[in-house]
C-alpha cells in the first residue's frame, strides 16, 4: 500500500523510544499554545506535590514538560478538557496509533496533491459529517482532526453557532501533517498507567483535587479586544461567568492546600477579577505580569510581543 512509504517505513525504521530517552512534545497547533511560555512558567513549579491537573488540556505542553523533567515520575496525572474531539484525538493516539497513523498519511498525500481543495472537501463531507453523526471511526476523526489542525488558519479549533468546524485553509507551502516520531512519543507518555485522560468540564477538579495537588489552569483567554475572540473551541465558548466561576474555585483550590497556576490575558475583566480583588489577595494568589507573544492574530500587525498574567499562590 501506498502509505507505508511516509509513516509506516519510518515508524518501522524508528529505534525504540521512552519519555526519558526523547521527550514527547505538542503535535497541535493550539491557540495559546504554551510551549514558547515554558521557561516562564517553570518557574511556578511546585518543588513538591501530589497529583498533577490539567483539566484545559488544549496542545498539553505543560503535561509534555512535566514528563519530560522526570517531575510526573510516581505521580498521578489527570488531563481533561470539555472538548470531545480533542480529547478523542488523544485517546485515539493513545489506543490506536498505527490506525492514525494510516490515515493520516493518507490525508497527507491527498494534500500534497489538492491543496486546499482537499481540506476544504475533508472538512465539510467527511470531518464535520462524521463528528456530528458520530458514525466515523475513532482513528479516522484523530487523524482528520490532526490534519486540519496542522493545515488549517493558524492551527485554530474554532466552531460555529452550529457546532460544525468551520476554520479555512491555511497557506502553507509544506506543512509537517504526519510526525511519526513525536506521535510514537505521545502515545507511550499517554500509556503510562499513572496518566488519566478524560471528556469533563474544569469545574470537575473541585470534587477530587486535594491539599498537595498541583493544577494548571489554561483556560480560553479573556480578550484583549471586542473582535479578538478565540473562545469557540465548543459550540458554547468560555463566558464571562466561565472566568468569575474559575476565579471562585482558584481561591477555594489555594485554600484547600493546593498549588494553582492559572495563565489568562491581562484583559481588564482579567485585572478586575484578580488584581484587584482583596479576596483573591487573601487567599494567597499573587497576579505575575510576563511577557508572551501574541501568535494569533487575523492581521499579521498585531501578533508580538504582549503581557500575560500568570495568577498563583506558588511562590516563584
Not at 501506498?2 to 514527547?24: G, I, M, N, Q, Y
Not at 498533577?52 to 496542545?59: D, I, K, Q, R
Not at 505521545?186 to 469533563?200: I, M, N
Not at 458554547?236 to 471562585?248: A, I
Request: charged share 25%; glycine share 6%; net charge positive.
Amino acid at each position: 500500500m501506498a502509505w507505508r512509504s511516509d509513516c509506516a517505513l519510518r515508524k518501522a525504521a524508528a529505534t525504540k523510544v521512552t519519555a526519558k530517552t526523547e521527550e514527547a512534545r505538542p503535535f497541535l497547533k493550539w491557540a495559546g499554545g504554551k510551549r514558547q511560555l515554558l521557561p516562564i512558567l517553570r518557574r511556578f513549579y511546585p518543588s513538591r506535590f501530589a497529583r498533577y491537573w490539567e483539566p484545559f488540556l488544549g496542545s498539553a505542553a505543560v503535561f509534555f514538560d512535566l514528563q519530560a523533567r522526570g517531575l510526573l515520575d510516581g505521580r498521578s496525572a489527570i488531563l481533561s478538557d470539555t472538548n470531545a474531539d480533542l480529547i478523542g484525538c488523544y485517546a485515539s493516539i493513545r489506543d490506536r496509533l498505527d490506525e492514525v497513523l494510516a490515515e493520516l498519511t493518507a490525508l497527507a498525500q491527498g494534500h500534497a496533491t489538492r491543496g486546499a481543495a482537499h481540506y476544504y472537501d475533508i472538512r465539510d463531507t467527511r470531518f464535520n459529517v462524521e463528528r456530528r453523526a458520530r458514525t466515523g471511526h475513532a482513528s479516522s476523526l484523530a487523524a482528520m482532526f490532526i490534519y486540519l489542525n496542522r493545515t488549517g488558519y493558524n492551527g485554530l479549533f474554532r466552531l460555529n453557532a452550529q457546532g460544525e468546524f468551520n476554520v479555512p485553509a491555511g497557506r502553507y507551502p509544506k506543512p509537517r501533517i504526519c510526525d511519526t516520531d513525536n506521535l510514537q512519543r505521545v502515545s507511550l507518555a499517554l500509556r503510562q498507567p499513572s496518566v488519566t485522560l478524560e471528556r469533563q468540564p474544569f469545574e470537575r477538579v473541585m470534587d477530587d483535587a486535594r491539599a498537595g495537588d498541583f493544577i494548571y489552569f489554561d483556560p480560553p483567554y479573556a480578550p484583549l479586544t471586542r473582535t479578538a475572540r478565540f473562545t469557540a473551541y465548543t459550540a458554547e465558548g468560555f463566558t464571562h461567568e466561565d472566568q468569575q466561576t474559575l476565579r471562585q474555585m482558584m481561591m477555594a483550590l489555594a485554600t484547600r492546600g493546593c498549588s494553582v497556576v492559572l495563565s489568562n490575558s491581562t484583559a481588564q475583566e482579567i485585572v478586575e477579577l484578580y488584581g484587584r480583588d482583596k479576596d483573591v489577595a487573601a487567599a494567597g494568589l499573587r497576579c505575575h505580569t510576563v511577557p508572551a507573544r501574541r501568535a494569533i492574530n487575523s492581521n499579521a500587525k498585531g501578533r508580538g510581543p504582549v503581557n500575560e498574567y500568570v495568577i498563583t499562590n506558588v511562590v516563584p
